[in-house]
């Protein structure tokens, strides 16, 4: 069975309160990078730039990161990874990074992105904005900005679409097994 989460009003919705929430903890939008994990992260965060656009009459800069080469379940893996360019638009040095991406679950993907992120320098901040948190966390990470908390059983998916990559925004659970 197929459950909708949030619908495309609902997400819409969910980006405005994240985004309000982003420039109320920062004080604003100077010194503040969004940065995507790819996939469904990067066009999150393009989103989440362009309210603050439109509120703050300033477009913070978005990065995309690649997360492939810092998991640390890369040897389980049967077939080599993919992996896609990292292009993070501004130094990270001495300023708020807000991670961005769609689901949170165990947390190591969010391990894996500060991992990366140490890389292109030494952020004052790291923060973290999701559309979903499930639950069931395997490492001590929370998200500072959250679209919906959805409990969920570890039977059970979470599936976000969104319209830049799947052409309809929708975010929907099914148990394992079930169609989407």
Do not use: F
């Not at 004080?27 to 362009?50: F, H, K, N, S, Y």
């Not at 040897?75 to 949170?104: C, F, N, Q």
């Not at 904005?129 to 570890?154: S, W």
């Amino acid at each position: 069975m197929v459950r909708t989460i949030l619908d495309p009003g609902a997400m819409r919705r969910a980006i405005e309160r994240i985004s309000h929430e982003i420039l109320e903890q920062n004080q604003g939008c100077t010194d503040l990078v969004l940065v995507g994990i790819r996939t469904r992260g990067v066009p999150l965060a393009e989103r989440i730039a362009e309210v603050i656009h439109r509120i703050e009459s300033h477009r913070p800069p978005v990065g995309q990161l690649d997360i492939t080469m810092y998991r640390d379940d890369l040897s389980m893996k049967m077939r080599p990874p993919s992996v896609s360019p990292t292009d993070i638009p501004h130094s990270l040095d001495g300023i708020s990074v807000v991670i961005v991406d769609d689901v949170l679950y165990t947390g190591r993907s969010v391990r894996a992105a500060m991992d990366a992120l140490n890389d292109h320098g030494r952020p004052s901040t790291i923060q973290l904005a999701v559309m979903i948190d499930r639950g069931h966390r395997e490492l001590p990470i929370r998200a500072d900005y959250v679209g919906k908390n959805v409990p969920t059983g570890q039977d059970e998916q979470v599936a976000l679409q969104i319209s830049e990559i799947d052409g309809e925004d929708l975010v929907s659970l099914t148990r394992a097994g079930d169609e989407l």
